[in-house]
T-cell receptor
Framework: SQQGEEDPQALSIQEGENATMNCSYK?????LQWYRQNSGRGLVHLIL?????REKHSGRLRVTLDTSKKSSSLLITASRAADTASYFC????????????FGQGTRLTINP | KAGVTQTPRYLIKTRGQQVTLSCSPI?????VSWYQQTPGQGLQFLFE???????NKGNFPGRFSGRQFSNSRSEMNVSTLELGDSALYLC????????????FGQGTRLTVV
C-alpha cells in the first residue's frame, strides 16, 4: 500500500518557472527521499532529508520536511525542459532504506 | 563507481511461464530490495535481502520469490505468470546503514501475454 499522497498528480509549467510538489505520509518516518523517474525508466535519487531536518538544498532543489504535519515539499527552481519527469517521495522507518514506501508521484511537464 | 545493474531490460513471456530477473548492486552494498511498478498500484515493495537472508517481505503471493548470493547479487523469480504481473520491476541497492540513500537500477520491463 502507498504511504501517502502526492500533490498535485500532474503539473505543467513554463520553462524558467519554479515547480513545487508536495508529499504527505501517514506514519512516523526516519528519512524521506525524493526520486525522479523519466518515462518508464529507473528512479534517480535526488535528495534525502532526515526526520530531524527541516530543510535541505541541492543545486536547484529545495526540500522541506514538516514532521508535525507529516508532509514534505520539493521545489525545483528555474525549471528546464530536462526536468520533465515523474517525481516520487519515499519514506523509510528506523530500519533504513531497505524498505521504502512510495507516494503516487507527480508528473511534471516543463513547456519550452 | 558502477551503478545498479538490472538484466534483462525487457522481457516478453507467456501466461503460465516463469521468469527470473537479475540485479547487481553497487559494490559494497549488502542490501537489495525489489519493487514492482504498475500504472494502477504504483511502486510497491516486494522483498529485501541482506547478506543472503530475506529480511522483509511485501504483500505479494508466493509466486514471487527471490534470493541473494554471497556477492550480493540478487535474483527475483516469478512463477506461473499472470497478465497482471506485467510491470516494471525495479531493484534498489543500499549500504545497510541507517540514514543512507537507496539507489535504483533501470528496471526490467516484463510483459506477460
Amino acid at each position: 500500500s502507498q504511504q501517502g499522497e502526492e500533490d498535485p498528480q500532474a503539473l505543467s509549467i513554463q520553462e524558467g518557472e519554479n515547480a513545487t510538489m508536495n508529499c504527505s505520509y501517514k506514519t512516523s518516518i526516519n528519512n524521506l527521499q525524493w526520486y525522479r523517474q523519466n518515462s518508464g525508466r529507473g528512479l534517480v535519487h535526488l535528495i534525502l532529508i532526515r526526520s530531524n531536518e527541516r530543510e535541505k538544498h541541492s543545486g536547484r532543489l529545495r526540500v522541506t520536511l514538516d514532521t508535525s504535519k507529516k508532509s514534505s515539499s520539493l521545489l525545483i527552481t528555474a525549471s528546464r525542459a530536462a526536468d520533465t519527469a515523474s517525481y516520487f517521495c519515499a519514506t523509510d522507518n528506523a530500519q533504513g532504506a531497505q524498505k521504502l514506501v512510495f507516494g503516487q508521484g507527480t508528473r511534471l511537464t516543463i513547456n519550452p | 563507481k558502477a551503478g545498479v545493474t538490472q538484466t534483462p531490460r525487457y522481457l516478453i513471456k507467456t501466461r503460465g511461464q516463469q521468469v527470473t530477473l537479475s540485479c547487481s548492486p553497487i559494490s559494497g552494498h549488502r542490501s537489495v530490495s525489489w519493487y514492482q511498478q504498475t500504472p494502477g498500484q504504483g511502486l510497491q515493495f516486494l522483498f529485501e535481502y541482506f547478506s543472503e537472508t530475506q529480511r522483509n517481505k511485501g504483500n505479494f503471493p508466493g509466486r514471487f520469490s527471490g534470493r541473494q548470493f554471497s556477492n550480493s547479487r540478487s535474483e527475483m523469480n516469478v512463477s506461473t505468470l499472470e497478465l497482471g504481473d506485467s510491470a516494471l520491476y525495479l531493484c534498489a541497492s543500499f549500504t545497510g546503514s541507517a540514514n543512507t540513500e537507496a539507489f535504483f537500477g533501470q528496471g526490467t520491463r516484463l510483459t506477460v501475454v
